[in-house]
């Protein structure tokens, strides 16, 4: 369960195996919950060095990284460190067959070389701030879902207008706990942020779709931008003017790195995890959804793989679709494993039942809470199957790209009917530039397959009362044949030709809708999605929305029969802190896996010509020299490393910092067995993998020969002695730089350590 022990009375030789490491901690509250076990397991910080709103501290290093992604300030001139599958879509948009930024790396001479995002953005977190008191003003037990949620809407209003905000400063307030607590978040965006270096794919994918989520791992899985700012270091659009940002606080590197037990915290931005629910929702997803999901990928992927090994251009038109299918696919087979392999409904059920018990020894408990987990049963009895129906519904849309495609123009027939010819024009100005991606790498002959078999997967496994009639008589119209039925619909629809689709989109407003309904694959999603929405979506959604109010009572009242217990809040994008040790871990009976690779490892698992596990010649020359500068440690350049920190998507790209406020490495994934962490974290089996800085370094260094990137970086010696301070310098003026390049080999960075760091070692 949640329920962290906070263990007070421990021997100091126990001490050290106990920290479970589960919890995204709210950045503001870890004076109050977790400083002193932080500080117990190695920290040598203050909360205050972490979070302040009243000086420079490391949340100042951090940013939201266009929405989806962490990233951490590294350098006095904005110089960004994420992960390369978080900058993968920009570094594959600056990319074309003869200059392939994937294939062979990019590194920009000089900041003049380095290459706009329209879109992207950096955003930094000003201030957290608890307004549940206001949001929650007149709210009571009393009300349904509805008034509550309009009172706490007009709430919420009442509080944005107290804010007055400067350009590219938001408010975001959201729900917490499931809705009993209300946080604020006041932000502000860089939209002007470049991208200055990557590692060819055969180091920052390394192992690719085979090592996800695996370990031991041997990814450089890391990119480099920038933040540009205006005048006076003001947020401003992109602008050749623009000059690198000076953060309020940088992220010095460790050249120590790690070792086994050394204290880590993960700061970033957690997707969405759901620890507090009930068994039954678990049980739904082992034994329902999870493998129904499952099912679905594991079909298209196959289809999609068999054309991908017999014909290079293919691969590469779908390598990345494939990635993005698979990630998921693979992370939900480890996570019901995790799942039954832990007992976690048998942990769950144990937990109810010690909750009930308590909660009948309290009168007031026991009338407020005593039959929440009956009507549990009751709502997750009766949502089962609308649950499974409406994943497989998903899951075959989303994996079938024509019918994703005709997905999308629902919403332009939508705005017609509406008579909105405006927010018509705005969405079809949209959607122009990702139809025009989607025809570059798209094979109708491969989709067509993959149609006919989810199709069949979906007529037989989804029971028929939620499968529109008309569309199995179409099905029976082409002689019962999935094969048949495909190549039917695919060989008169128009979508999947992009001339004619462009034809189409440049009718006027009303003639295009006229052609695209006319459109037997329109026509066809239109009959299965009608018919879903009203036969599983809506009745669906309003189970799941009593669900919600019941869970919502849950966390009360897990926090008020815990009272001794901390909690922390399910993630929800929003900035926390997560702490733990470095550690390796035993998957199962006799097996150690180690918590740190090294550079060996990588070139053990090379496989030259191999898609996944090629690698860069020079990379292996330098293995083969031991050209390793001053980023090795006993004699070895160390890759990867494990730790106890609980994270979730979101956090890739977060920086992973030691005791003393400095980089010693950047989280990208989770272990295969530890995927299951965002319902149940068990701290025996659940680990954060990052990337060390070291290699990180090694490869700006040794293998790009990008120095200059270096000499902009402060890189400590926290552990060992304090060497002759040298000052962060700003980014190196692209005139001297070239001057440098063109005298020749690019030098190596030799570098002089500054003195220990406490947290606020890099701030200005
Ligand atoms: N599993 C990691 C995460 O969920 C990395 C995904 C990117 N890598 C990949 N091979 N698909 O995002
Ligand atoms: N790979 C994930 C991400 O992109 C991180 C995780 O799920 O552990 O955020």
Known sequence: MKRLLIVLIITPLLQINLFAGEGMWLPLF????????????????SAEDIYSVNKGSLKDAIVHFGGFCTAEVISGSGLLLTNHHCGYRQIQSHSSVDNNLLKDGFWADGTQEELPNPGLFAKFIES???????????VTEAMNAKERQSIIDKNIVEIRSKYDLKEFEEITIKPFFHGNQYFLFKTVSYYDVRLVGTPPESI???GADTDNWIWPRHTGDFSLFRIYAGPNNEPAAYSPDNKPYTPKHFLPISLDGITEDDFTLIFGFPGRTNEYLPSNAIE??????????????????????????ADEAIRLQYASKFASVANYWKKWIGESQGLKSSGAVAKKKAFEKDFQSRVNKNPSQKEAYGDLLNQFEKEYNSIGDLAYANDYFSEYIRNVELLKTANYLKTLAKNQKAGNQEKYNSFKKRLTPVLIKFYKDYQPSIDQEIFAALSQMYFENVDSKHINPAAKEKLLRNGNSYEKFAASIFGQTFIKDESKMMATLDLPMDEAVKTIEADPLFQYLNEIADYHKEKVGIPKNEIQSRIDVLMRKFMKAQMEVFPDEKFYPDANSTMRVTYGQVKGYEPRDAVHYNAQTYLDGVIQKYVPGDYEFDLPKKLISLHEQKDYGQYAQDGKIPVCFLGTNHTTGGNSGSP?????????????DRVWEGTMSDFNYDPSICRNIMVDTRYILFIVDKFAGASHLIDEMKLVRPKSAPVISKPATKVMDSKLKNKRRRKGVPRESKHVMPETQGASGGGY
């Open 30 to 45: 870890l004076q109050a919950l977790n400083e002193g076990e932080m500080q117990s397991m190695g920290m040598k910080m």
């Open 128 to 138: 957290i701030e608890d307004v549940s008191i206001p949001a929650l003003a007149g």
């Open 204 to 206: 920052g994918k390394f």
């Open 284 to 309: 739904q997803m082992v034994e329902k959804t999870n493998p129904a999901k499952i099912a679905i990928r594991d079909k298209a992927l196959k289809i999609i793989d068999k054309y991908m090994r």
């Open 656 to 668: 992973a910092i030691d005791a003393y406020g400095n980089l010693v490495g950047l989280n990208f």
